[in-house]
């Protein structure tokens, strides 16, 4: 199994851009998360899935930040409209678990001027 | 919530020396505690985890001990090489039903 797919690996983008990050889950893994990772916060989830299903946003920070799971391979997180604030690396996983312990991506770095 | 705090920040041995990483929390409910590995440039890697169940879990030269009593766990490292050199989190699963992750170790093994 190649891991958990993300793209684009870094993205420029500058401020008031929409930003669409994806991830591809591992095959068989009904949870998916995705985290942000800065130096201030450190590691931090923003929402998980549950066969599909949003299951906890309360991570994410505002309503600018949004994510789907249309299907059990695929999800987006996308920021509409981006800030300088929201640079940062931001990581999809995925479990056979709920206990989240699962296999991290390689991460987007997202830098927004 | 859940709170999880991780000690040292920093931490340098030599090579071949023992590393030991604390990592303490606060939701008494926290029932699984897995401890990542992140090189530069990369995703966390689970490396080891330990349940409430269990008091020690040894895994080669990597070993992971809890105290559920006094709420802290503790990575090990043993026989350290170079390439042991990354940046350690701990994390703790509970009642919130999600993991929370302790701010990180940078540990450097000095050849």
């Known amino acids: 199994d190649a891991g958990v797919i993300q793209s684009p690996r870094h993205e420029v983008t500058e401020m008031g851009q929409e930003v669409t990050l994806r991830c591809k889950p591992i095959?068989?893994?009904?949870?998916l998360f995705w985290y942000r990772q800065t130096m201030m916060r450190g590691l931090e989830l923003l929402i998980y899935?549950?066969?599909?299903?949003?299951?906890?946003d309360s991570g994410m920070p505002e309503d600018r930040f949004s994510a789907k799971m249309p299907n059990a391979s695929f999800s987006t997180l996308k920021i509409q409209p981006s800030e300088p604030r929201d640079s940062a690396v931001y990581f999809c996983?995925?479990?056979?678990?709920?206990?989240?312990?699962?296999?991290f991506g390689p991460g987007t770095r997202l830098t927004v001027l | 919530g859940e709170n999880v705090e991780q000690h040292p920040s920093t931490l340098s041995v030599q090579e071949g020396d023992s590393a030991v990483i604390k990592c303490t929390y606060s939701?008494?409910?926290?029932?699984?505690f897995p401890w990542y590995k992140q090189e530069l440039g990369k995703g966390p890697q689970l490396i080891i985890d330990?349940?409430?169940?269990?008091g020690e879990k040894k895994d080669q030269r990597i070993a992971v001990t809890l105290n559920k009593t006094a709420k802290h766990f503790s990575l090990h490292i043993t026989e350290t090489q170079p390439e042991d050199s990354a940046v350690y989190f701990c994390?703790?699963?509970?009642?919130?039903?999600?993991?929370?992750f302790g701010s990180g170790t940078q540990l450097t093994v000095l050849p």
């Open positions: 996983a995925s479990s056979g678990e709920t206990s989240g312990s699962g296999f």
């Open positions: 095959s068989g893994h009904d949870y």
């Open positions: 899935f549950n066969n599909n299903v949003p299951i906890d």
């Open positions: 939701d008494s409910a926290s029932n699984y």
């Open positions: 330990i349940r409430s169940n269990v």
């Open positions: 994390a703790a699963h509970g009642s919130a039903r999600q993991l929370t």
